[in-house]
C-alpha cells in the first residue's frame, strides 16, 4: 500500500517536511509494510521556500541585503533540487525575507519609508547564479511601494521632475515624474516568473493595498489616503511609460501593490500559491498508485477551503479518487467545511487543554502519536477486510 504524505508546516512549531517525517514515523508503528513517500509542500506564505526544497533536495542561499527601513537585514532564498517546468534551475523567493513586516519593530512601521528594495536584490543575486526561473511569494510585507523598490535593484530609474531619483517608500512615489527602464538587468528578457497571489484586491481603492494592508503596517487614515493616491500615480506613470494598466486587475494591490509591480517589471503571471507549489515539486505525478493521502496545516479552520494546502492536495487526490486524511495542530470553527469538500476525515493533535507555548512544544510528539493512531484504525480496517 503506497501513503503518500503531503502537509504544509505547522506553524511556529514544525517544518512540512517534519510535520512528514513525524506522521510517517506514527503510521510506521501501525503500518510498517506499506510504501510511503513524503512530498512537503506549501500555499506560497511562509514556510514556502523551506518546503519546496525539502520536497526537492535543493539547497538555500544567504545573503544580507537591504532591509525595508534600508538597513542590512540577513535574508536568503532557495534553489531547487529538480529542474522546473521551464527546463532550468528554480529559485524560490520569499518576499518577506527581505522586506517582510518582522524586520521592522511595532513602534517603527512606517509604509510611507518602507521599500522592497532587498527582494529585487535577491532576485538579482540568483540571476547572477545562473537561475532563470522563478517563483515568488508575495505576503508578509513591511512596504507599499508597488515594488518600485524592487524595480531600482534591478536596474531602473525613478526620477522626479529634477531628474533626480526618488526615494524610498510608498509616499515618495508621489513625486514620481519619469519612469526609465533602459538600465534594467538584459537577463530578466530570459527569465519566467510565477509568483504565489491568494489575494484579489486591485492596487487602489477601498479594497486596494493602502486601504485594506496598510493598517496591519503601521499606516494612520491620513497615510492610508496619501499612500493610495501615491500608488495611483505610479500606475499613472508606468501606464506613460508603455506598460499594461494592470491597476484594476485581481491581485495587482497584494504585498503593498508588489502585485503591481511583479507583472509591470517582471512580466509574472501571478496565480495560487498551492497551485505553484504542487506543479513545481510534481505532487500529481507522485499520487499515481497510491492508496491514500495524508495532509494538514498548524490549523484546519472555515479559511482552509480558501486555498490553503490541505485543499489543493485535496483536489489533485480526488481527481485520481483517493481518500485524504488531514490532521492539524487544531481545528477551529468551521473545520466541518473541509469534509464537505471531500476529505475522508479530519483530526487535530492535541490531547488535552493547554496554552499555545505547551501545544507548540508538544507538537512533535503529539503528532506522532495521533498518527499511530490513525494507523491503528486504518490496520483495524484492513484485518477486517482479510
Known amino acids: 500500500m503506497k501513503i503518500v504524505i503531503a502537509?504544509?508546516?505547522?506553524?511556529?512549531?514544525?517544518?512540512?517536511?517534519?510535520?512528514?517525517?513525524?506522521?510517517?514515523?506514527?503510521?510506521?508503528?501501525?503500518?510498517?509494510?506499506?510504501?510511503?513517500?513524503?512530498?512537503?509542500?506549501?500555499?506560497?506564505?511562509?514556510?514556502?521556500?523551506?518546503?519546496?526544497?525539502?520536497?526537492?533536495?535543493?539547497?538555500?542561499?544567504?545573503?544580507?541585503?537591504?532591509?525595508?527601513?534600508?538597513?542590512?537585514?540577513?535574508?536568503?532564498?532557495?534553489?531547487?533540487?529538480?529542474?522546473?517546468t521551464h527546463g532550468a534551475k528554480t529559485a524560490v523567493i520569499e518576499m518577506a525575507a527581505a522586506s517582510g513586516l518582522?524586520?521592522?519593530?511595532?513602534?517603527?512601521?512606517?509604509?510611507r519609508l518602507t521599500t522592497s528594495y532587498g527582494?529585487?536584490?535577491?532576485?538579482?543575486?540568483?540571476?547572477?547564479?545562473?537561475?532563470?526561473?522563478?517563483?515568488?511569494?508575495?505576503?508578509?510585507s513591511a512596504t507599499n511601494d508597488g515594488g518600485a523598490g524592487m524595480a531600482k535593484a534591478l536596474g531602473a530609474k525613478l526620477l522626479d521632475s529634477a531628474g533626480l531619483e526618488i526615494g524610498p517608500g510608498g509616499a515618495a512615489l508621489a513625486a514620481l515624474a519619469t519612469l526609465d527602464c533602459s538600465q534594467l538587468h538584459p537577463a530578466l528578457t530570459d527569465c519566467h516568473f510565477e509568483v504565489a497571489c491568494d489575494v484579489d484586491n486591485p492596487l487602489c481603492g477601498e479594497r486596494g493595498a493602502s486601504a485594506v494592508f496598510g493598517p496591519q503596517k503601521g499606516a494612520t487614515e491620513e497615510m492610508v489616503a496619501e499612500l493610495d493616491a501615491a500608488l495611483g500615480h505610479f500606475a499613472d506613470i508606468l501606464a506613460q511609460s508603455g506598460f499594461e494598466d494592470k491597476r484594476l486587475q485581481s491581485g495587482a494591490g497584494a504585498a503593498g501593490g508588489m502585485g503591481l509591480g511583479v507583472m509591470a517589471f517582471l512580466g509574472a503571471e501571478l496565480r495560487p500559491g498551492i497551485d505553484i507549489v504542487m506543479q513545481a515539486v510534481g505532487l500529481d505525478a507522485k499520487l499515481e498508485g497510491a492508496a491514500l493521502v495524508i495532509t494538514g496545516e498548524g490549523r484546519i479552520d472555515g479559511q482552509t477551503?480558501?486555498?490553503?494546502?490541505?485543499?489543493?492536495?485535496?483536489?489533485?487526490?480526488?481527481?485520481?479518487?483517493?481518500?485524504?486524511?488531514?490532521?492539524?495542530?487544531?481545528?477551529?470553527?468551521?473545520?466541518?467545511?473541509?469534509?464537505?469538500?471531500?476529505?475522508?476525515?479530519?483530526?487535530d493533535i492535541i490531547p488535552s487543554a493547554c496554552d499555545l507555548p505547551k501545544a507548540l512544544a508538544e507538537a512533535r510528539a503529539n503528532l506522532q502519536r495521533t498518527s499511530s493512531n490513525i494507523a491503528a484504525l486504518l490496520a483495524l480496517q484492513l484485518n477486517n477486510a482479510n
Open 119 to 140: 527582494t529585487g536584490e535577491l532576485i538579482i543575486d540568483a540571476i547572477e547564479r545562473g537561475i532563470r526561473h522563478f517563483i515568488i511569494g508575495l505576503g508578509g
Open 305 to 347: 477551503i480558501y486555498g490553503k494546502t490541505p485543499m489543493g492536495v485535496l483536489r489533485l487526490a480526488k481527481a485520481r479518487n483517493i481518500p485524504v486524511i488531514g490532521i492539524a495542530g487544531c481545528l477551529g470553527v468551521g473545520s466541518e467545511l473541509v469534509l464537505e469538500q471531500g476529505m475522508s476525515a479530519i483530526f
Open 7 to 84: 502537509p504544509d508546516s505547522f506553524k511556529e512549531s514544525l517544518s512540512a517536511l517534519e510535520v512528514a517525517n513525524e506522521i510517517e514515523a506514527g503510521f510506521k508503528l501501525r503500518l510498517p509494510d506499506a510504501e510511503y513517500l513524503k512530498v512537503p509542500v506549501a500555499d506560497g506564505g511562509e514556510g514556502t521556500v523551506q518546503s519546496m526544497v525539502d520536497a526537492t533536495n535543493g539547497h538555500l542561499v544567504e545573503l544580507e541585503v537591504c532591509g525595508p527601513l534600508g538597513q542590512a537585514v540577513k535574508a536568503h532564498y532557495g534553489i531547487l533540487g529538480t529542474e522546473g
Open 102 to 111: 518582522h524586520h521592522v519593530s511595532p513602534a517603527l512601521r512606517n509604509p
